[in-house]
């Protein structure tokens, strides 16, 4: 390949032959090429789908000159032009016809002509930087795998692009003034007055990242084998801190893996930031738990193994991913306990009064593999290893199956025997190194070094996503022998260790398999005074509170009662209460309130949650607060992936000297679609009670009746994503005086032109209405609803003038002017529609109109207009009214009064935002 770079026209020209062989007994008349660059040409590519897909809008919103693409201008055949087409919804394949059908062990040799505008690496960390440096990945046209089938996908930002080992003769010819760094080798060099020419050439290569920079940052570190080529950051370290870790390193793989089959591996901060040590990138710079050696020398590992197994093994990443995972993550784990046993997940934070009494506190490094991958399977979130990395939830592909996977081959070796796994993973990539393989292949080579059962290992723990958890439901002790019932509580064929404890010294291990329901043994009792299972914690079990059973007496098998001020991670030996001092403004009429949050949630979601929050109202001088318990059920494999019910109790003021109790007892049943985790589509069904009891109900302007209940049915259907956001819902409510049904429908589009449009509409009808005809309390509202139900997040809800009274809330009628008290409320029906569309950047114009009927009153037609400035989509915006029924409301009295302001204070809200692209 030649190719020439006009870094100023962020364009390289490309000039490269393709030879291929045909190593299958097929004969293929057809061939297809990977154009991944090609992925950044519109807005509808897969890679453009993906990234909208998690909520980032840099590429949507991107001029077009910062987005790349692939010009081709010929593909040729012994000097005859083939027909050549992009595929339809993947225009980043190349679909090309031979000119003759390619036999069985015979080659094609075709050349191309193209150009590549290089997008900008805002989007995916490669392209061109704000400073003018390439950073180059998948960048010219390569081969697909053919074995069998075509094994071609689009670029979805997931480094994974599959292609056969090649051997690869570059010449690069770039302007003076750039340093290039590849992992090829360097044949020769050459330069004019303004461009240089690089020869670089590569045997049996599958990555090539190429970085051109004006200042490489760049430092090489000479092994005894081969050259290891980083820019990670080095944490401040000298470089004879940096040589003696990178040989520590080296030494590492290549005991563990054998020589490496090139001259140079290439590790950059590129790579890290994309697959980092989680944990260690969440904390402030400033904040430094671990030693810098510890930092770097795990940073490089990371990297180093990921990158050593990518340029080895030759697996599909997009299908087979699980393979490279599970083994990094293994000897990432294996080279903490064999270098830094006593290194804990917390660092130098464990030891600091306050923290050091935590259980987080004695919590190992390797620990936070199962803690992180438990996030998931608490929360129904988890995917099976096997799942195609573009299917799985960035929180999956980025930590949770990685750690599953690394976690399931450590349970492997604990079960087999722990140095029969590992000899195995190492002679397997050695034995294979440069081969194609699959979990197949892996499959046979680790059963054929063992005669134990292990299709477990293969058939429910790698291919499905069955839960493991294991409960010792009885147990029978004589003098000699222990006679002991071990229930597996879920359906999987999978085994667990038993362990006989005198107090902290193991007397005995067992493993117990193929435990359908039940499985009753007998163990010498050997002066054992506690059966532990899955003592060592190295079976990902999603419950381990159940795991032990004391040998002392029905009173040891009682866990006692653990206090602890702020959260913690769950001890499955206590039952674990939690203190949270809290400090909020939930209203006016309260202020600030001083409280003390009582609860029992962990870092990882249990079944049963209760929590109590008594607080002190520091403006209305009264104890307020809250209370909820309820129970969630996960239900997996299924469309319905959880029922939850409960009941929740709550004290605030809603007025001044005015108060309210509220009791609402729930249930709610989820919806997802189970076979596309990604999907945002989300369903609910919901009913409750709400019970309302006021205190001093006429001090405002409201109904006589303090004392309310109210049935509540819901159906609510959501589809949240960044580039088309759906969502409608259906309520139902009946109490002793009034029943009624409404619907909502929202929905928004963000057009390639970046114009929003937001649509909503909004129709209700009372079925029953024997409520005083003047009262406007349980009326249907225009613009700003009474809120009977007490479930919107008001600030001043009893306010009719002021600052608090101007709060917006997309309820009901939805509009943002005020109108007079007989039109703002509806008794009988009500029927509005609103909509807004983008002005200039966050600056929309919206418009309302609808119908409002109230008993013995005519339908009115109401309307208004004005000016939306959307600083955060629906957490921050400022509403200005310009024209509606009342006429033109900017130049009337008192226009402050009337703009509208939409904001949350609620920090699980703004939670939100980031939740949203993870899971």
């Known amino acids: 390949m030649k190719a020439i770079f006009d870094i100023e026209n962020k364009q390289i020209r490309i000039s490269q032959t393709i030879q291929y062989q045909n190593t299958t007994q097929d004969e293929l008349q057809t061939i297809y090429l990977n154009d991944w660059n090609n992925s950044y040409s519109t807005k509808k590519t897969p890679l453009a789908t993906r990234i909208a897909d998690e909520y980032k809008n840099d590429f949507h919103l991107a001029k077009s000159k910062d987005r790349g693409f692939s010009v081709i201008t010929s593909i040729k055949q012994n000097g005859e032009s083939l027909e050549f087409q992009q595929l339809k919804n993947q225009i980043d394949i190349i679909k090309v016809e ?51 089938t075509w094994q071609y996908y689009s670029n979805k930002d997931l480094d994974d692009l599959y292609i056969p080992a090649s051997n690869i003769s570059l010449q690069i010819e770039f302007p003076i003034g750039y340093k290039i760094t590849s992992e090829l080798d360097v044949i020769n060099s050459s330069q004019s007055n303004k461009n240089q020419i690089v020869n670089l ?117 997009r299908t087979e991913q699980w393979l490279l995972d599970g083994i990094q993550i293994y000897y990432l784990m294996n080279y903490v306990d064999e270098h830094y046993p006593d290194m804990k997940f917390l ?71 722990h ?164 400090a909020q403004f939930n209203n006016i009429y309260d202020g600030f309130t001083l409280g003390m949050k009582v609860y029992n949630k962990t870092v990882l979601r249990k079944q049963l949650n209760y929590k109590i929050e008594p607080q002190y109202a520091l403006k209305s001088k009264t104890f307020t607060g809250s209370a909820v318990v309820s129970m969630t059920h996960n239900l997996e494999n299924n469309n319905l992936y959880a029922i939850n019910y409960g009941i929740g109790f709550g004290y605030l003021s809603y007025a001044q000297n005015a108060f309210v109790r509220k009791t609402i007892p729930s249930l709610t049943f989820m919806f997802r679609q189970e076979n596309d985790f990604r999907s945002n589509k989300r369903d609910a069904l919901m009913f409750r009670f709400v019970d309302i009891h006021r205190d001093n109900p006429n001090t405002i302007l409201t109904n006589n009746q303090p004392n309310y209940s109210v049935f509540n049915a819901r159906y609510v259907d959501s589809n949240d994503n960044l580039i088309n956001y759906s969502r409608w819902s259906a309520d139902f409510q009946a109490s002793k005086n009034f029943s009624k049904l409404s619907f909502n429908y929202e929905y928004r589009r963000l057009f390639e032109s970046n114009r929003q449009l937001n649509l909503r509409f909004f129709a209700g009808t009372f079925l029953k209405n024997d409520n005083d005809p003047t009262s406007i309390f349980f009326s249907f509202a225009l613009d700003r609803p009474t809120d009977y139900l007490f479930e ?128």
Do not use: C
Not at 294 to 308: M, P
């Open 201 to 317: 050439k590569g045997n049996q290569v599958i990555n090539n990242k190429l970085f051109l920079s004006k200042a490489s940052n760049f430092n090489t570190i000479q092994s005894d084998d081969f050259s290891l080529i980083s820019n990670i950051n080095d944490e401040g370290l000298e470089m004879i801190d940096k040589v003696l870790i990178t040989e520590k390193i080296t030494k590492f793989i290549q005991n563990k893996f054998g020589n490496y089959p090139h001259q140079k591996l290439l590790l950059t901060d590129i790579d890290y930031n994309k697959d980092p040590i989680y944990g260690l990138n969440f904390l402030p710079s400033f904040i430094k738990p671990y030693p810098p050696h510890f930092q770097y020398e795990l940073k490089l590992l990371k990297v180093a193994l990921r990158n050593y197994l990518e340029n080895t093994l030759l697996v599909n990443p």
């Open 792 to 919: 919107y997040p008001y600030l001043g809800r009893s306010e009719s003038s002021g600052i608090f009274s101007q709060q917006y809330i997309d309820a009901e009628g939805g509009f943002k002017s005020k109108f007079d008290p007989d039109t703002r409320f509806a008794n009988q029906w009500i029927s509005t529609a609103n909509a807004s569309t983008t002005l200039w950047k966050y600056v929309l114009l919206y418009g309302d109109l609808g119908l409002v009927k109230s008993k013995f009153n005519n339908a009115k037609f109401v309307y208004d207009s004005g000016i939306r400035i959307n600083l955060v989509t629906d957490y921050f915006e400022i509403y200005f009214p310009l024209y509606s029924n009342l006429g033109w409301e900017v130049g009337q009295p008192y226009y402050d009064q009337k703009i509208r302001f939409k904001f949350t204070v609620d920090p699980q809200a703004l939670l939100g935002l980031f939740r949203r692209r993870w899971y």
């Open 98 to 148: 031979l000119k003759e059908p390619l036999k069985p062990n015979n080659s094609y040799t075709i050349h191309l002509e193209y150009i590549v505008q290089i997008p900008s690496d805002k989007f995916t960390s490669y392209g061109v930087t704000n400073t003018g440096d390439l950073n180059l990945r998948y960048w010219y046209i390569t081969p697909a795998v053919y074995n069998g």
């Open 419 to 582: 140095d029969i796994v590992e000899n195995s993973l190492s002679s397997f990539v050695i034995e294979n190194k440069l081969k194609p393989v699959t979990t197949l292949d892996f499959e046979k080579y680790i059963k054929s070094k063992t005669n134990k059962n292990i299709d477990w290992f293969f058939t429910d723990y790698i291919a499905t996503r069955k839960r493991i958890d294991f409960k010792i439901k009885k147990v029978i002790k004589t003098e000699d022998s222990i006679t002991v019932t071990v229930k597996n509580k879920r359906d999987n064929s999978m085994p667990v260790s038993l362990y006989a404890l005198n107090n902290d010294s193991v007397i005995s291990k067992k493993w117990i398999e193929t435990i359908t329901k039940s499985k009753t043994l007998t163990i010498p009792r050997n002066d054992a005074n506690k059966l532990v299972l899955n003592y060592n914690n190295v079976i990902p079990e999603i419950n381990e509170r159940d795991n032990w059973k004391s040998l002392k007496g029905f009173f040891f098998n009682n866990k006692p009662l653990q206090f602890r001020l702020f959260q913690d991670i769950e001890d499955p030996y206590y039952n674990q209460v939690f203190f949270m001092p809290i």
């Open 347 to 417: 660092g130098s934070l464990a030891n600091f009064w306050g923290i050091k009494s935590f259980h987080a506190a004695n919590m190992k490094f390797n620990d936070k593999y199962v803690m992180a991958f438990m996030l998931m399977a608490r929360t129904n979130r988890d995917q099976p290893l096997t799942t195609p990395k573009d299917s799985l939830l960035k929180f999956n592909y980025s930590i949770a199956n990685k750690y599953k996977a690394g976690l399931g081959l450590k349970y492997l070796g604990d079960f087999i025997n």
